[in-house]
């Protein structure tokens, strides 16, 4: 069974780190490039950061571009997204996503595995 599941999330004040951490399962992780979205309540899922299946491409979002860093380690089935200089705008569901490819991709519809998503709230 194909699961991607996040976790790492939690309650951090402004100017904190989170690691976030996307464990897959039931797929082979060297062959998918994965994503990181966001979506803050009221708002459209937006791309975060993106990584492809070797490691050496990455992509960032200008919001959280210099703050975000996304990283895999294919032997341990994870990717994760270390988060620093955390702000209130930051709030929102971060979900990881997996697309069958050698490139990345910062549109939401080319990815074809979600997790279920963890919350990360960036308040005083």
């Known amino acids: 069974q194909l699961q991607l599941v996040e976790s790492g999330g939690g309650l951090v004040q402004p100017g904190g780190s989170l690691r976030l951490s996307c464990t897959t399962s039931g797929f082979t992780l060297d062959y998918h490039a994965i994503g990181w979205f966001r979506q803050a309540p009221g708002l459209e899922r937006e791309f975060v950061a993106s990584?492809?299946?070797?490691?050496?491409?990455?992509r960032y979002a200008d919001s959280v571009k210099d703050r975000f860093t996304i990283s895999r380690d294919n032997a341990k089935n994870t990717v994760y997204l270390q988060m620093n200089s955390l702000k209130p705008e930051d709030t929102a569901v971060y979900y990881c996503a997996g697309r069958y490819s050698s490139t990345i991709s910062t549109t939401a519809l080319e990815y074809g595995y979600w997790g279920q998503g963890t919350q990360v709230t960036v308040s005083p």
């Open positions: 990584i492809s299946r070797s490691g050496f491409s990455t």
